[in-house]
Structure formats: C-alpha cells, structure tokens
C-alpha cells in the first residue's frame, strides 16, 4: 500500500475528533446558557430586586429632580432624559451579577464538576456570558415596555434598536463580570468588588447628565468609562424619536467626542464590542488558571 493510503485514514480520523470536540463545545455552552435562564427563572426574588431600582430611579429621582431643572431641560422632562441611562442600568445589575454564579458554583464543587468535563473550558466562559447577557436583555425589555410612561414613543424600529443595544451592552458587562469572578473564591469578595465598581461606572457614564460641558478631571473619567459608550448610543437612538429644538437636542444630547472627532453610534457600539470581546478574553486566561 502507498503512504498516502495510510495518511489518508488518519486526517479524516484527525477530522472527526475536531468535529466531536466542536460538537462537545456548542453543547457546553447551550447547556451553561439554558442553565443560566432556568436558574434566573426561578429566582423570582432576584427579579424583582433587579426592576425596583431602576423604576426608583427613573420615575421618583425624575418627578423629583423635574421641577428644579425644568428651566436647564429645555422644557424635556427629567423622566425622558433619564430614560436612555435607565435602560443601560436596568441591563447592567443583572449583567454583572449573573456573573456571580460562578463564585456560587465554585464555592459548592459545582464548577470542578463541569471542569472534568471533555470540553474546553472556554465554552463554559462562552455560556455563562451568553446566559447572563440574554437574562439581563430579557430583564431591560421590563424599562423597554415602559417608554409611553416617560414620553417616548412605541415605534417597532425604536424598540428593535433599543433591545439590540442592550443585548451588547450585557454581553459586555457579563464579560466584564465573569472576567472579575473567574479569580475569587468567596462570594462576599464578589458582591463587595462588584459594588465598589458598579455604582461609579453607572454615574460617571453619563446615565443622569449629559457627556459635554463637563469638568475637565470629569471629561476625562467620562471617556474611560465603558459604559458611557454603551448608553450614549442609546440616548441617541431614543432621542432621535423625539420632537426637540435643536437648542434641546444639542444641550441634552450631543454625543460623545474624542478631542475634535465626534463618534458615530457604529463607532460606539464596535467600542463596546471590543470591550466585551477583550474582557472575554482576559476571563478565558483567569478561569483556566483559577482551576488549574
């Protein structure tokens, strides 16, 4: 027989087992996913929990700030402008600490059970962020479906692009959660990193004022801040619905700029993606050593 009839068994041999393995992966990470979903299901605590902030934020900190801005609002209300940033919010608890189920399962064996599983441990990374970017999209349509209460218009292709942006940006933060709970060992270790980051994050985003004008040292956080580049595209979206002066529309919504270029809302979002992606990235290194 030549040489090549024994090569030949041996790639589609090689073939198959990359294609078993392919095949082992997207199951791990349907099941880490779908496990995600049906744990988030259940706990109808935490649901809850997850919704009572924003809607605070939205509607009593709105009515109650409303009439001491209404003059610098341009007569928009509060409750409208805050909208955009309430939707980032409304993803961005349940994004971050969905993550925490890592911590969960660590601490109880679970997560060296799914270790010795035969497949990479970067699918298990996958799911998880997967799972908690699609809970927490499925919790921000809670804000979504209250838009006519703050003056924002039902319109299908507003609701499309508000969900699809929230769907990145809770890719984003669960990257950034998972990256942050693939080293630590304790719970408590996580829900006090975690709150120590969050909070910040969410105020000097520019959730609750517009990003220009600002203080120079505030500018400059503003900037770094990631999620300013996930709720400024969507206040842009959102206010590109509404009927506002242009005197409004620049004072309320002028977009994000880096020195003389203002970004486009593609530029923002690929902003957001990259983050995502590399925070990903990071948590695939952490959580292979965390468990080697």
Same mark, same amino acid.
């Given at each position: 027989?030549?040489?090549? $009839?024994? @090569?030949?068994?041996?790639? +589609?041999? !090689?073939?198959?087992?990359?294609?078993?393995?392919?095949?082992?992966?997207?199951?791990?990470?349907?099941? +880490?996913?779908?496990?995600?979903? !049906?744990?988030?299901?259940?706990?109808?605590?935490?649901?809850?929990?997850?919704?009572?902030?924003?809607?605070?934020?939205?509607?009593?900190?709105?009515?109650?700030?409303?009439?001491?801005?209404?003059?610098?609002?341009?007569?928009?209300?509060?409750?409208?402008?805050?909208?955009?940033?309430?939707?980032?919010?409304?993803?961005?608890?349940? $994004?971050?600490?969905?993550?925490?189920?890592?911590?969960?399962?660590? @601490?109880? %064996?679970?997560?060296? @059970?799914?270790?010795?599983?035969?497949?990479?441990?970067?699918?298990? +990374?996958? %799911?998880?962020?997967? %799972?908690? $970017?699609?809970?927490?999209?499925?919790? %921000?349509?809670?804000?979504?479906?209250?838009?006519?209460?703050?003056?924002?218009?039902?319109?299908?292709?507003?609701?499309?692009?508000?969900?699809?942006?929230?769907?990145?940006?809770?890719?984003?933060?669960?990257?950034?959660?998972?990256?942050? !709970?693939?080293?630590?060992?304790?719970?408590?270790?996580?829900?006090?990193?975690?709150?120590?980051?969050?909070?910040?994050?969410?105020?000097?985003?520019?959730?609750?004022?517009?990003?220009?004008?600002?203080?120079?040292?505030?500018?400059?956080?503003?900037?770094?801040?990631?999620?300013?580049?996930?709720?400024?595209?969507?206040?842009?979206?959102?206010?590109?619905?509404?009927?506002?002066?242009? !005197?409004?529309?620049?004072?309320?919504?002028?977009?994000?700029?880096?020195?003389?270029?203002?970004?486009?809302?593609?530029?923002?979002?690929? +902003?957001?993606?990259?983050?995502?992606?590399?925070?990903?990235?990071?948590?695939?290194? @952490?959580?292979?050593?965390?468990?080697?």
């Amino acid at each position: 027989m030549t040489q090549a $009839a024994f @090569e030949a068994p041996s790639h +589609v041999e !090689a073939t198959r087992r990359v294609e078993k393995r392919l095949t082992s992966d997207l199951r791990a990470i349907r099941i +880490v996913w779908y496990r995600e979903l !049906a744990r988030f299901a259940q706990d109808r605590t935490r649901i809850l929990a997850q919704v009572v902030q924003p809607v605070l934020f939205l509607f009593v900190l709105g009515a109650g700030l409303n009439t001491l801005a209404s003059q610098g609002a341009h007569g928009v209300s509060l409750k409208t402008f805050f909208y955009p940033g309430i939707l980032g919010m409304s993803v961005m608890f349940t $994004a971050i600490f969905s993550a925490a189920s890592i911590v969960w399962d660590r @601490e109880f %064996g679970f997560l060296r @059970e799914m270790m010795v599983a035969p497949v990479r441990r970067g699918s298990i +990374v996958i %799911g998880k962020c997967l %799972g908690g $970017a699609t809970v927490a999209a499925m919790q %921000g349509l809670v804000i979504v479906a209250m838009a006519g209460f703050v003056n924002v218009p039902y319109n299908p292709t507003l609701m499309v692009e508000i969900v699809a942006l929230q769907l990145v940006l809770a890719f984003t933060l669960t990257a950034f959660g998972v990256m942050v !709970a693939a080293r630590l060992k304790q719970m408590t270790a996580f829900m006090t990193l975690t709150q120590m980051l969050v909070m910040p994050l969410f105020f000097i985003s520019g959730a609750l004022f517009p990003a220009s004008g600002l203080p120079g040292w505030l500018e400059v956080l503003n900037r770094i801040d990631p999620l300013t580049y996930g709720i400024d595209p969507i206040r842009r979206v959102v206010f590109s619905y509404l009927n506002l002066s242009p !005197a409004a529309r620049a004072s309320l919504d002028p977009g994000l700029t880096w020195g003389s270029w203002h970004l486009s809302i593609l530029m923002e979002v690929l +902003v957001v993606l990259f983050l995502g992606i590399a925070m990903l990235g990071v948590a695939f290194v @952490e959580f292979s050593r965390s468990e080697s």
